[in-house]
């Protein structure tokens, strides 16, 4: 299973960027999907996080600006961010929980997408 992401890219504060990532490979259903971000010098923190019912979970530093979503059919987690800010900057990694047997999953990670908000 591999984890492409993309939209990254460099920002004016106050502006968006949406970033999206599909998985592809041996999935036979995708369970939570999420964005961590670590910005240089700090520990990789969570962002956003979706279940495959939908359920959202923010950062409460990114409540209100950004916004999670997912297509279950195309195994893809798309996260919306406004009202960018310098603090946002860093590089985001999308996480998946996939299962690729009806009770087996496994966690991957995709190679991070570099998000650089300047003032």
């Known amino acids: 299973v591999q984890l492409q992401a993309s939209g990254g890219g460099l920002v004016q504060a106050g502006g968006s960027l949406r970033l999206s990532c599909v998985a592809s490979g041996n999935i036979f259903n995708s369970n939570t999907m999420g964005w961590y971000r670590q910005c240089p010098g700090k520990q990789r923190e969570l962002v956003a996080t979706?279940?495959?019912?939908?359920?959202?979970n923010y950062a409460d530093s990114v409540k209100g600006r950004f916004t999670i979503s997912r297509d279950n059919t195309r195994h893809t987690v798309i996260l919306e961010m406004n009202s960018l800010k310098p603090g946002d900057t860093a590089v985001y990694y999308c996480?998946?929980?996939?299962?690729?047997?009806?009770?087996?999953?496994?966690?991957?990670w995709g190679k991070g997408t570099q998000v650089t908000v300047s003032s």
């Open positions: 979706i279940t495959s019912g939908g359920r959202t």
């Open positions: 996480n998946a929980d996939i299962l690729y047997r009806a009770k087996d999953a496994l966690d991957y």
